[in-house]
């Protein structure tokens, strides 16, 4: 079964701490995202990267940064975490070649709550 | 500018009963593609359909269908005969071929409520 994996469902983390999400996919997709879930805005994208190393940022990306060193792991990176930053953060991931078609695989989410 | 609206934040519905989620979308694109996705409390986001622009022909899967009307630039869905599984959220998305690197762009999403 392909699954896109978070590493934590829930997180508690204080003001001014550097944040660390992970996400790791196996069905070798090239593209993967990084979306944050607040209601009545639905899913925002932060950041996404089409290959390791590369990067793009999304709609959002203040405050965050990403890392991609290898292809299957995408980390999202909250340099200082911000009380503005509670959310719930999903990371998806989709094959490059006729993506647009496939959609996205997404992982459950963290849930995260700066206090 | 939001591409994909949702305007109807939350329904309630009786099991048994239909229940229509409304999407609408904005693209200056001639290709694209819209989806629906179901969000279950459990917090993952199952992929449910995907239509392409070229391709208005309405579709039935199961007790769901779905209604792709280029003209008025919507993608409504149907769930037929609602049960207490078919509460999630549920979002439209949409996708534009033109240098988006297949980025999707979601609405604000709907509430489902099925009470038994």
């Known amino acids: 079964d392909v699954k896109v994996t978070q590493s934590s469902r829930y997180l508690v983390k204080r003001t001014g701490e550097k944040v660390f999400l992970e996400c790791v996919q196996d069905?070798?997709?090239?593209?993967m995202f990084w979306y944050r879930q607040d209601p009545g805005l639905g899913l925002r994208l932060i950041y996404f990267s089409y290959d390791v190393k590369m990067k793009e940022k999304g709609d959002i990306p203040e405050g965050y940064s990403v890392s991609r060193e290898k292809k299957e792991r995408f980390s999202l990176i909250l340099e200082s975490a911000s009380t503005n930053q509670t959310s719930m953060y999903l990371c998806?991931?989709?094959?490059?070649?006729?993506?647009?078609?496939?959609?996205?695989?997404f992982g459950s989410g963290t849930r995260l709550t700066v206090v | 500018a939001q591409k994909v609206t949702q305007a109807q934040t939350e329904i309630s519905v009786v099991e048994k009963e239909d229940v229509t989620l409304d999407c609408v979308y904005e693209?200056?694109?001639?290709?694209?593609?819209l989806f629906w996705y179901k969000q279950p409390p459990s917090g993952e986001l199952v992929f449910l359909i995907r239509r392409n622009s070229f391709d208005e022909q309405n579709e039935i899967s199961g007790r769901y269908s779905w209604n792709f009307q280029k003209s008025t630039s919507s993608f409504n869905f149907t769930i037929t005969a609602s049960q207490v599984v078919d509460s999630a959220v549920y979002f439209c998305a949409l996708s534009e071929a033109s240098g988006s690197w297949g980025k999707l762009q979601f609405g604000a999403g709907t509430q489902v409520v099925v009470t038994p």
């Open positions: 693209t200056r694109d001639t290709t694209y593609y």
């Open positions: 998806a991931s989709s094959p490059l070649s006729g993506s647009a078609n496939y959609g996205y695989t």
């Open positions: 069905m070798d997709h090239e593209n």
